[in-house]
């Protein structure tokens, strides 16, 4: 028997607390097969979300907040090498700077976001997004995960 469960569904079953671990895929494209892209994903050690800021119009860059807030107990890890790496841009699409380091993001104790920034050449409906590598810590351990999500996006 085969049960087919809808994105919603399986996002579902992941945010009650239902882990995947990170070591279950091999590189970036496997992850996002492994777990579903979505806008938002709660822990018991972080949440990490993406965001709209538009409006949006067609030949201009316009760009989505990927933000990462550690819980409490946890705070940003200081050692290691966060990456946004945006997924393969639709067709009309394109990322001006596809993989985000570090140094391209703002980080805090408790916070680290990223801009991403896109354009679209023309009008239409869009996802914007790809996979987070993180990692927040407590005192006595950390957690690194690599998190994929996405947005749609209206540009006029």
């Known amino acids: 028997m ?10 579902a079953i992941l945010t009650i607390g239902v882990a995947v671990p990170a070591a279950r895929a ?3 494209t496997d992850i996002g097969r492994a ?3 979505s806008t938002k994903l709660e ?15 067609a030949g201009a860059t316009g760009s989505v907040r990927v933000s990462l807030t550690a819980k409490a107990g946890y705070h940003i890890n ?8 945006a997924a393969p841009p639709a067709e009309g699409m394109s990322y001006p700077k596809p993989v985000l380091e570090r140094s391209d993001g703002q980080f805090e104790e408790k916070q680290a976001v990223f801009n991403l920034k896109f354009v679209a ?8 997004g790809g996979v987070f590598h993180l990692s ?7 957690v690194v995960q690599k998190t994929p999500l996405d947005i749609s996006v209206n540009v006029q």
Do not use: M, W
């Open 26 to 28: 091999a590189n970036d």
């Open 2 to 11: 085969i049960f087919r469960l809808s994105a919603r569904t399986v996002l």
């Open 43 to 57: 822990t018991d050690t972080y949440l990490v979300e993406i965001a709209a800021a538009g409006p949006y119009k």
């Open 78 to 85: 200081g050692q290691y090498p966060y990456r946004f790496k």
């Open 121 to 128: 050449n023309h009008a239409g409906t869009f996802n914007v």
């Open 136 to 142: 927040v810590c407590s005192a006595g351990s950390c």
């Open 35 to 37: 777990l579903p892209a």
